[in-house]
């Protein structure tokens, strides 16, 4: 459903690089994601339109801590990508996920919404990411309540939203990220450049114009 050209008037004036996903209004677990690059003024599509699954109960407007929904918005990738496996090409810095390593997903914790290295559980609703295979084989952190599109993140406004590879082959709903397979994931995060400053946009298409 991604149209051919968008305006993306609300991205930093940095930025050349853009994945936008879209979906059939916000009850919808069923996405497409679409590369775009800055040309002059204007966006334009790279590639094809690529299926994509987000949250459980689709894109929201108000995410929350532990309700699958997809934050919709404008977020920036994170400076460092993520994965199980060995570094697939990224043209990030990458940590290959080892056991003991966390996405902290504890409300009450100082380090609520970050990596983190700790033989027990933080607690809440943190994942233990060596464990999420094939989830998280490669991943990138979409900056979802977290700097730089927050100071610091806010207590239960949601944590851990990834670009991540679906968890069963045909694809599958998810607590909240975006997935797409593992084939056009790493499209996708090989394409990605750091000095282009590439931002994710996240929202029904029909609100595709806030952005």
Not at 97 to 105: C, F, H, K, S, T
Not at 136 to 145: Q, S
Not at 147 to 172: C, M, Q, R, Y
Request: charge should be negative; proline fraction near 10%.
């Amino acid at each position: 459903m991604n149209p051919t050209s968008v305006q993306l008037t609300t991205l930093p004036p940095g930025a050349r690089q853009a994945v936008v996903v879209t979906g059939d209004g916000y009850r919808t677990t069923h996405a497409t994601l679409r590369a775009y690059a800055k040309v002059d003024d204007g966006w334009s599509p790279l590639g094809p339109s690529r299926p994509a699954r987000i949250g459980a109960d689709g894109f929201s407007d108000h995410h929350v801590e532990g309700v699958p929904t997809t934050p919709t918005g404008v977020y920036a990738i994170g400076p460092m990508m993520y994965g199980i496996a060995a570094d697939p090409g990224v043209r990030y810095p990458y940590h290959r996920v080892a056991a003991d390593e966390w996405w902290n997903a504890d409300p009450a914790s100082p380090h609520y919404n970050s990596f983190q290295r700790s033989a027990t559980n933080p607690g809440g609703h943190s994942e233990a990411l060596w464990r999420e295979d094939p989830a998280y084989t490669h991943f990138a952190v979409i900056t979802y309540n977290m700097p730089p599109t927050v100071g610091a993140p806010v207590p239960d406004a949601g944590s851990g939203i990834f670009l991540h590879e679906f968890s069963k082959v045909d694809g599958n709903a998810t607590a909240g990220c975006v997935s797409l397979s593992h084939e056009h994931l790493v499209e996708v995060l090989t394409w990605l450049d750091p000095d282009a400053s590439p931002h994710v946009v996240l929202t029904p298409v029909q609100h595709l114009d806030r952005y």
